[in-house]
């Protein structure tokens, strides 16, 4: 990226970003495929903790899907910015002349499209094993959905913040959790409600909420963290 490039091409750096980001997530799916291993896994050995029964099974898989989601969430989000900030890119992101907090959001953008979707994807196939009827899947997948997205716009902060610091992988969770406290409530409200056929909108309405905050503020907030982090 040249720092003569003019602020037109703000987008078209924010789009290069985003696909770099993928391509070279795809040259690691061993990094790509262990949340979703993760994700499984945990979720799937509440039955073998609990009981096999369905019906005590479906009353604990709102708490189930959204916890195991959330720690999954966080076990990726210490990959976004650590290797770039290893190996200069961050560095040349702001002297390059364009906007860091464009190209810090194209990265968290990557970042829920590789492991944020696929968890809401995968979440109603394991909510099958919990006894979830299947009426309720797409309101786990839209809840989902709209849960990750927010939990990488805050995470991109708590990676910002954590950038130069020893141990960032705990202490990015330690920043993280405490944010994540009103997704989790609201986002396992609405999956109560979808798997007992009510009406869920009223969660959903605070998920898209957050999720639009965090659209707002994350970016920016990521972008001051992570030239703090640099300098």
């Known amino acids: 990226m040249n720092r003569s490039l003019p602020p037109s ?27 979703l291993a993760f994700f499984a896994v945990i979720t799937l050995l ?16 709102p708490g189930v899907l959204w916890i195991s989601a959330l720690l999954s969430s966080l076990l990726a ?4 910015f650590r290797d770039d900030a290893q190996d200069g890119t961050l560095e040349q992101f702001a002297l390059s002349g364009q906007s860091l907090t464009l190209l810090l959001f ?13 968890l809401a994807v995968m979440a109603p196939l394991l909510g099958v094993a919990l006894g ?33 610091a020893r141990r960032g992988g705990v202490l990015l969770s330690l920043l993280t959790l405490p944010l994540a406290v009103p997704i989790l409530i609201f986002g396992a409200r609405a999956t109560e409600l979808a798997i007992k056929g009510a009406g869920y909108a009223g969660p959903m309405y605070l998920l898209a909420a957050l999720a639009v905050l965090g659209l707002t503020l994350a970016p920016l907030a990521a972008a001051a963290a992570v030239r703090i982090g640099l300098e």
């Open 132 to 164: 979830v009827p299947l009426q309720a899947l797409p309101g786990i997948l839209a809840a989902l959905a709209l849960g990750t997205a927010t939990l990488s716009l805050v995470g991109a902060i708590g990676a910002g913040l954590t950038l130069g």
């Open 106 to 118: 194209a990265k968290t953008v990557a970042h829920w499209l590789l492991t944020g979707l696929p």
């Open 46 to 61: 509440f039955p073998l903790a609990l009981t096999p029964e369905l019906e005590r099974l479906r009353e604990v898989a």
């Open 9 to 35: 091409s703000w987008p078209v750096a924010g789009r290069l970003v985003l696909e770099r980001d993928l391509r070279l997530a795809f040259r690691r799916p061993g990094q790509l495929l262990q949340p």
């Open 77 to 80: 989000l210490d990959f976004l």
